[in-house]
């Protein structure tokens, strides 16, 4: 845990760049996938040393409602189900302009489960370190003077689902996930007949 403390300490001052609004954003290839069950906790949680407070419930109301947003798209013909676990975070305070301008983090877990087979893809949960976007407003008084809690952490939740969606795309590209692939979804082997 203090690693994970750390970690967001040290990356806190960086920060991607994306917009809060997937209605332009085009689909990634995902195969068959279509979004069953979205699951997130937040019982684990650790929250960084100079960031505003925010509950388990509120962390998973916002994840949840990032991921039904973004994959709610996805129309395939196999059930998936998502594992999200919220390790860290860290919502950046008022600070003090050009000096000391935080931005807000987020650690995750993810896992998926293949419904149809029971089990789950990814056998060790993928970590994901989501960063706040800058806009004209945050990049010079950081984001704790010109965006509420609540404005962080939909762009956090925003920003983790859109890396969620670009590690899943991925896997489906380098491993198969989400298809009939050989190499996720073996088939089955046939009975001996005795013929020979």
């Known amino acids: 845990m203090t690693r994970l403390l750390s970690l967001l300490t040290g990356l806190i001052l960086l920060a991607g760049c994306a917009t809060q609004s997937i209605e332009n954003e085009p689909k990634v290839p995902l ?9 997130v906790v937040a019982s684990k949680m650790a929250k960084g040393p100079i960031s505003r ?16 947003t973004r994959f709610g798209r996805y129309e395939g ?4 189900h998502l594992g999200i676990s919220v ?10 302009p050009v000096l000391y301008s935080p931005k807000s983090a ?5 896992t998926v489960w293949d419904d149809e087979l029971g ?7 993928h ?30 939740s925003y920003n983790a689902a ?19 692939s050989p190499t996720f979804n073996p088939p089955t082997p046939k009975p001996e007949t005795g013929d020979q």
């Open 106 to 110: 987020l650690i995750i877990f993810v």
């Open 77 to 80: 013909e196999a059930l998936y």
């Open 87 to 96: 390790e860290g975070y860290m919502l950046a305070p008022g600070g003090i």
């Open 53 to 68: 407070e925010a509950t388990a419930d509120e962390w998973i109301a916002a994840l949840r409602k990032g991921i039904d």
């Open 162 to 180: 859109k890396a969620i969606e670009t590690w899943l795309a991925d896997m489906h590209e380098q491993h198969g996930w989400f298809t009939d």
């Open 127 to 156: 970590q994901l370190t989501i960063f706040e976007s800058t806009d004209a407003g945050s990049v010079v008084v950081g984001s704790g003077h010109s965006r509420t809690k609540e404005e962080q952490m939909d762009l956090l």
């Open 31 to 39: 195969g068959d996938f279509s979004l069953g069950h979205n699951v």
């Open 119 to 125: 089990r789950k893809l990814n056998d060790e949960p």
